[in-house]
């Protein structure tokens, strides 16, 4: 099929005797290797990297072709043979010769290899930016390197942040109070470097040592200072332990002092808590060792509380806010620990804050400080109220940024408007002006929100197209488009079916242009069928790599099974997730669907294991659903007797809150989930059925109110024949206010009723402005009827003065009364040209017809006009004017006037109906 799409006819024994040899443009005689090496020292671009294909051909059939090109053929393009046929290593060339083939090269193979083997951070960057848009396949070699970069170059700054930290908290506790926990802390501090500190440099590891040394040396120092005071100490504790077992034995109640005492004690252990919960958020320290002294202090006051529980009982209120503060302590700041490692601290996560994307942050903070404000009081630190300002200034960013849009949407929307019209008009140079300014406003717009604007901004850009092919119809420009998009294809990546379709179509386009023309035009054909050629050059590929792509789908096949095998051993069937068991089925098909295809023989053991894993987890999954299958037919039998109850509202709220139920309800089979709920929402259909039956009332008042609505409306459309519409305008005002005060309408009713009301609205209003047009134009009409009086009725000058003098003549018909002897004049065909051009000159000024008969003259006059530079914006005064200029035109005959007459009143009538209110 591709060779009868692309091969070459065969010429007839006649044609290649008397047709002469034309050479496609841009083809070279394969002379040399020699030869081809000179050309490509002076070509450039798609020519030069043609050649070099040429001469690779040439050196597949002879590899000693390449030793003789040592000295004709430049360095760079050598190296890039060189490296095509394997004959040096890549990493043997320097990082500029190889960003240099991998964006110059002359082949796919040559770029790519190239761009794996560079190493060097700022050539990545510049191979990248050079390679956009023009190799998706360097492009995304280059990014992925580039990427796996920049995360060793994290990881390993990760690593040390986190030795640094171990050291930084040595260091501290060096410096720290010597405590209980002090060795504890010692030992916590060491698993750390154990853990983080087994690849650092010499320098960290010597800054370790110091740290730990200091360490140990205090440690060491009160331990020898602790042994002498041991005895005496523990002896001392025994004997306030005994004495303190005697009181409380003795004494059954404390005296009051020594309540108040405790109590005051309690809550000075209180607003230590608080104190250090606002301290430690101020800080905002979430390293091991901060998160270790927390909960340290906060186990040290719980046991000082306990104890002066054991002197006198604390009261509800004080047990209440102490395990509130406790929980604050233990939850809120461990939270806060969490998100400000995550962030990098205060810094890292006010950013995160700034990011619009970020809703799941906002959500946390909002929670935590929810959580944290109440308890804190009025110990509040300045960093919650700066979290707080954040998120509150977060949330009026994310406000205006969505006024924004609605902005952009209005101009883009109003833009494209213009455009339409433009193109409505014909007119493609103000169209095309006007539709770059869209292309401006849509840059960097996200369209997947406005599918009615994307539609709007196709349909113009098509409409655009069409008015620029009417514009642009010769052959030549089509055939060299034609040209110039197969080339574009020949560097595209495109799949090999939609690549032959592409070239099929052109080919075709290619032959509707070309009837009629014979053989005229051949080196456009060549040219053309030179690059289709090329295009048609991946293609072939195409089984090779469907060959391979069943491999490699075949190794994905292989993953899934794997990854279903560890999940089915990973699952807890005495607490599952059916949710995500059955996410995970249907991702396993899903996947399992994707990867094809594939060779069914060497995928046929494959197949059965993904089967027998698939069917257990499946059938297992039916068994649990089966429990809640239970749970939902349960739900249903109660449903079913709520339609024994009389009070129906009360039925209808207790299916309400089952069908709450059923949404918190377990997952069950797709086929059962559907024949469950059908059930279900026939009986919660049954109720509320009887819940409608007692609308009957409400109905009833829909239907006067409906009544009520017709008979103001039959009054309405009576007065719009009104004859007196000035006078009739307060029943019309009064009718108006009674149907508007009327009450709910039936929605069936409603549109049509409505739609009736507005339309009564107005035509009455189109019957007063009317009425009020011809009240205000009545003096112009006078004029117009003297003037034509005037002309043909013989009346006498004392006749025609005294009705002058009876009309309100306006300012800029004055000047008629003055030339009324020249209409008295023999009839001169000029003045009947005059008046003809005259009315054109009218109806063009009001965008009235023209009979076509005028056609060709209204386009000369208007061409006349715009090259004149008339272009004006029309005012009632400018249409007065020139009907005062086509009155005051000089003799003409009856009939001509009177045919000219009625085209000027026309024109002028549809202009004042449309602009006089």
């Known amino acids: ?17 008397t047709s002469p040899v034309v050479k496609p443009a841009g083809t070279v005689v394969l002379t040399s290797p020699e030869q081809l090496a000179d050309d490509i020292k002076v070509a450039e671009g798609k ?10 051909k040439l050196i597949e059939n002879d590899e000693s072709v390449l030793n003789t090109l040592n000295i004709t053929l430049p360095e760079n393009e050598l190296l890039m043979l060189q490296l095509h046929f394997t004959k040096v290593e890549p990493q043997t060339l320097g990082s500029d010769t190889l960003q240099l083939i991998a964006c ?16 060097e951070e700022s050539v990545l960057v510049s191979v990248m930016q050079r390679v956009k848009a023009k190799d998706k396949t360097v492009y995304r070699i280059v990014k992925n390197k580039l990427e796996a970069l920049q995360q060793a170059a994290k990881a390993e700054q990760a690593l040390l942040d986190k030795q640094q930290a171990v050291i930084a908290a040595l260091e501290q506790l060096a410096k720290a109070s010597f405590d209980p926990m002090y060795e504890a802390k010692l030992r916590g501090l060491v698993d750390q470097w154990g853990q983080c500190g087994t690849h650092c440099s010499a320098q960290v590891q010597s800054q370790y040592e110091t740290a730990h040394n200091a360490v140990q040396a205090r440690l060491e120092e009160e331990k020898t200072k602790a042994e002498p005071e041991q005895h005496i100490s523990e002896e001392t504790t025994q004997a306030e332990l005994e004495s303190k077992n005697d009181h409380l034995q003795g004494n059954e109640r404390l005296p009051e002092a020594e309540e108040g005492e405790q109590s005051e004690q309690r809550q000075a252990i209180l607003n230590t808590l608080l104190e250090d919960l606002a301290g430690c958020i101020e800080d905002g320290d979430y390293t091991e060792q901060a998160i270790t002294q927390s909960q340290h202090f906060l186990t040290g006051l719980q046991h000082q509380w306990r104890e002066t529980e054991q002197v006198s009982t604390p009261t509800k209120a004080e047990n209440q806010a102490f395990h509130k503060a406790c929980t604050a302590y233990e939850v809120g700041l461990a939270k806060l620990q969490s998100l400000l490692a995550e962030h990098n601290g205060y810094e890292g996560l006010m950013a995160a804050v700034k990011e619009e994307s970020n809703k799941g942050l906002m959500s946390e903070l909002e929670h935590w400080v929810q959580d944290i404000e109440p308890v804190l009081g009025d110990k509040t630190p300045a960093m919650l109220a700066k979290i707080k300002q954040a998120l509150k200034d977060h949330e009026a960013t994310l406000a205006k940024h969505r006024q924004q849009e609605i902005d952009q949407v209005r101009a883009i929307r109003g833009q494209i408007r213009r455009c339409q019209s433009a193109i409505e008009e014909g007119s493609i140079r103000r169209a095309s002006g006007l539709y ?8 960097g717009f996200d369209f997947s929100h406005h599918a009615g604007l994307k539609k709007l901004l196709d349909e113009t850009t098509e409409a655009l197209e069409k008015l620029r092919d009417w514009q642009s119809y010769a052959v030549l420009p089509k055939k060299e488009a034609l040209i110039k998009k197969m080339g574009a294809l020949v560097q595209q990546s495109v799949p090999p079916e939609e690549r032959a379709q592409s070239i099929r179509d052109m080919q075709e386009e290619w032959k509707l242009l070309s009837r009629g023309l014979q053989n005229r035009q051949q080196d456009l054909w060549e040219s053309f069928h030179e690059l289709a050629q090329q295009a048609y050059e991946p293609c072939k590929e195409y089984y090779a790599e469907q060959r391979h792509l069943r491999e490699v789908n075949l190794e994905k096949r292989k993953e899934v099974v794997e990854q279903l095998s560890k999940y089915s051993a990973m699952i807890d069937w005495s607490s599952p997730d059916l949710k995500e068991i059955d996410r995970v089925l249907q991702a396993a098909r899903n996947d399992w669907r994707h990867y094809s295809p594939v060779d069914r023989a060497a995928s046929k053991n494959v197949q059965k294991q993904f089967d027998t894993l698939h069917q257990g987890l499946f059938n297992q999954l039916v068994k649990e659903q089966s429990v809640f299958k239970e749970q939902k037919q349960a739900i249903i039998e109660k449903a079913k007797s709520l339609l024994e109850l009389d009070d129906v509202k009360k039925a209808t709220g207790e299916a309400k809150k089952l069908q709450q139920e059923w949404k918190k309800a377990g997952v069950v089979s797709r086929k059962d989930e559907q024949k469950l709920w059908k059930e279900f929402r026939e009986v919660c259909d049954a109720l509320f059925a009887k819940r409608d039956e007692q609308s009957v009332q409400f109905k009833a008042e829909l239907e006067t109110n409906r009544e009520q609505a017709e008979a103001v409306l039959t009054s309405l459309e009576g007065l719009t024949h009104s004859e007196t519409p000035e006078a009739d305008q307060s029943v019309f005002e009064n009718l108006k206010s009674e149907y508007e005060q009327l009450g709910t309408l039936p929605k069936e009713h409603y549109p049509a009723l409505n739609k009736r009301f507005k339309a009564a609205c107005e035509a009455f209003n189109a019957v ?9 134009d009545a003096h112009w009409q006078a004029i117009i009827k003297w003037v034509k009086a005037a002309r043909f009725d013989n009346l006498s000058a004392e006749t025609l003065a005294e009705q002058w003098q009876a009309i309100k003549v306006p300012s800029p018909a004055k000047g008629l009364f003055e030339v009324q002897n020249q209409w008295q004049n023999p009839v001169d065909e000029f003045n009947q040209a005059v008046m003809h051009e005259k009315t054109l000159d009218i109806e063009i000024l009001v965008g009235a017809e023209s009979p076509a008969e005028d056609a060709q003259m209204r386009m000369n006059l208007q061409v006349r006009k715009l090259s004149d530079g008339l ?8 249409v007065h004017q020139s009907v005062v200029e086509w009155l005051t035109i000089g003799s003409v005959d009856k009939g001509t006037y009177e045919q000219f007459e009625a085209r000027m009143l026309a024109a002028r009538n549809q202009y004042l109906s449309k602009n006089l209110k």
């Open 1 to 17: 099929m591709f060779q009868k799409l692309f091969g070459r006819k065969k010429a007839s024994a006649k044609q290649v005797a």
């Open 47 to 56: 020519r030069k990297h043609s050649l070099m294909m040429q001469l690779a």
């Open 104 to 119: 110059e090269g002359f082949n796919a193979s040559v770029r790519q290899v190239a761009a794996l083997n560079i190493n």
């Open 436 to 443: 770059q300014g869209v292309e401006e406003k849509i840059a």
């Open 768 to 776: 007063a402005n009317s009425a009020k047009r011809a009240s205000a």
């Open 871 to 878: 272009g004006q914006q029309v005012t009632p005064a400018l």
